[in-house]
């Protein structure tokens, strides 16, 4: 990962793409350093991932509650001001949310 100057982001300004679940669809906002990602991510009401994800991820819910599946059968339902974090590899995740959420998620490289 690179040194970062000081700087703001307006995520006014930073365009949503789309992606959908199995069921439901994700908006995301994507700011993109070498080595490190940030997005804001909302999910829609009945989301669920399309896929187990491997990465690294931090996740702070901004608004909303969502749970967090494990593929082993565990889950963790995580509301407005939580945050989980996990490494590279560590777990098999899925995101799924009843009523819609919103999130900031920080991932890349120092994860590994």
Known sequence: MSNLPFQTIDWTSVPKTEHLGETGTSFWQT???T???LR???YSAGYLADHWCQKGHIVHCLEGEF???MEDGNSF???K???YVVSDNLSSHRSV???GVKLLIVD???LK
């Open 40 to 42: 804001i991510v909302e």
């Open 35 to 37: 080595g490190l990602r």
């Open 67 to 69: 749970i967090s599946e």
């Open 31 to 33: 700011i993109q350093f």
């Open 77 to 79: 339902l995580l509301k």
């Open 81 to 83: 001001g939580m945050t």
């Open 97 to 99: 949310s009843e009523n």
């Open 108 to 110: 890349g490289d120092f």
